[in-house]
């Protein structure tokens, strides 16, 4: 056992641990909240017990934001976790089509079991590599697409390749959105950040004090100010409305 497990162990309640050939996964509980890790001084999600669809983790509410930008008819998600940001989509899109996407299925599995993850008819679970996933999709077959892949101690590389941008860019609607959490902000005069000004005509960012960032990238410029959107936050599953409205006035908008 790893010190930053025994760690983790000494900070919560042990609820259930299992492996796989990609190493451990950990559930524990701390206080009204169940974690999910992966042998890692990193949480990979944190889940309200009581309250499931009320989001606990910032960069999980930031992602959220994602969806005052749009009204999706499909929406992709790339990377599982326990499905903290799919419960507040089953609670949110009762009629919209959701396609979830986790590379393993000891994962789903765990969420399944100990994270009460949503089992609605619009839901599809696919165990599948995001990559190949993304190049076997449909062109324009989804309207927003949430990339959340992380492994026990890092982003996925995959997040970072051109490669990504181009079939994220390929598979969305016309006005579709790509809205992904990354660990540091790629620099400015990287070739990743050229393709991502090249192929998506908007871009915002939110700043999570962590040192993580979410970028929204819309194939199509906004048709209004930014402040148009706030209103669109009331409908998100908080006991606190203005909550997300202050993280929403947070977005900075790039110019391109």
Same mark, same amino acid.
């Given at each position: 056992?790893?010190?930053?497990?025994?760690?983790?162990?000494?900070?919560?309640?042990?609820?259930?641990?299992?492996?796989?050939?990609?190493?451990?996964?950990?559930?524990?509980?701390?206080?009204?909240?169940?974690?999910?890790?992966?042998?890692?001084?990193?949480?990979?999600?944190?889940?309200?017990?009581?309250?499931?669809?009320?989001?606990?983790?910032?960069?999980?509410?930031?992602?959220?934001?994602?969806?005052?930008?749009?009204?999706?008819?499909?929406?992709?998600?790339?990377? =599982?976790?326990? !499905?903290?940001? #799919?419960? %507040?989509?089953?609670?949110? &899109?009762?009629? +919209?089509?959701?396609?979830?996407?986790?590379?393993?299925?000891?994962?789903?599995?765990?969420?399944?079991?100990?994270?009460?993850?949503?089992?609605?008819?619009?839901?599809?679970?696919?165990?599948?590599?995001?990559?190949?996933?993304?190049?076997?999709?449909?062109?324009?077959?989804?309207?927003?697409?949430?990339?959340?892949?992380?492994?026990?101690?890092?982003?996925?590389?995959?997040?970072?390749?051109?490669?990504?941008?181009?079939?994220?860019?390929?598979? =969305?609607?016309? !006005?579709?959105? #790509?809205? %992904?959490?990354?660990?540091? &902000?790629?620099? +400015?005069?990287?070739?990743?950040?050229?393709?991502?000004?090249?192929?998506?005509?908007?871009?915002?960012?939110?700043?999570?004090?962590?040192?993580?960032?979410?970028?929204?990238?819309?194939?199509?410029?906004?048709?209004?100010?930014?402040?148009?959107?706030?209103?669109?936050?009331?409908?998100?599953?908080?006991?606190?409305?203005?909550?997300?409205?202050?993280?929403?006035?947070?977005?900075?908008?790039?110019?391109?």
């Amino acid at each position: 056992m790893s010190p930053a497990l025994i760690n983790q162990l000494s900070r919560g309640k042990f609820v259930y641990r299992c492996k796989d050939e990609w190493g451990d996964i950990l559930v524990m509980d701390k206080g009204d909240d169940r974690i999910l890790t992966f042998d890692s001084i990193h949480e990979q999600s944190r889940l309200n017990k009581k309250q499931p669809a009320l989001l606990v983790h910032l960069y999980t509410r930031a992602m959220l934001l994602g969806l005052a930008l749009i009204a999706p008819r499909h929406v992709t998600m790339l990377g =599982l976790g326990s !499905g903290c940001l #799919l419960q %507040a989509f089953d609670k949110m &899109l009762t009629a +919209t089509a959701i396609s979830v996407v986790e590379y393993r299925t000891l994962v789903v599995e765990v969420a399944k079991k100990y994270f009460w993850l949503p089992t609605s008819d619009n839901i599809a679970i696919a165990v599948a590599d995001a990559e190949t996933y993304l190049e076997a999709s449909a062109t324009a077959s989804t309207d927003i697409i949430f990339s959340d892949l992380y492994n026990a101690e890092d982003m996925h590389p995959l997040q970072l390749q051109t490669s990504f941008l181009l079939d994220c860019h390929r598979v =969305l609607t016309e !006005g579709g959105w #790509l809205v %992904a959490n990354f660990h540091h &902000l790629p620099d +400015t005069t990287s070739e990743f950040f050229t393709t991502l000004e090249k192929y998506f005509e908007e871009i915002l960012i939110f700043t999570i004090p962590t040192e993580n960032y979410i970028i929204y990238a819309g194939k199509q410029r906004l048709v209004a100010d930014l402040d148009s959107y706030v209103s669109r936050t009331g409908q998100f599953p908080h006991s606190d409305k203005l909550h997300y409205e202050k993280l929403f006035r947070r977005l900075v908008r790039l110019t391109i």
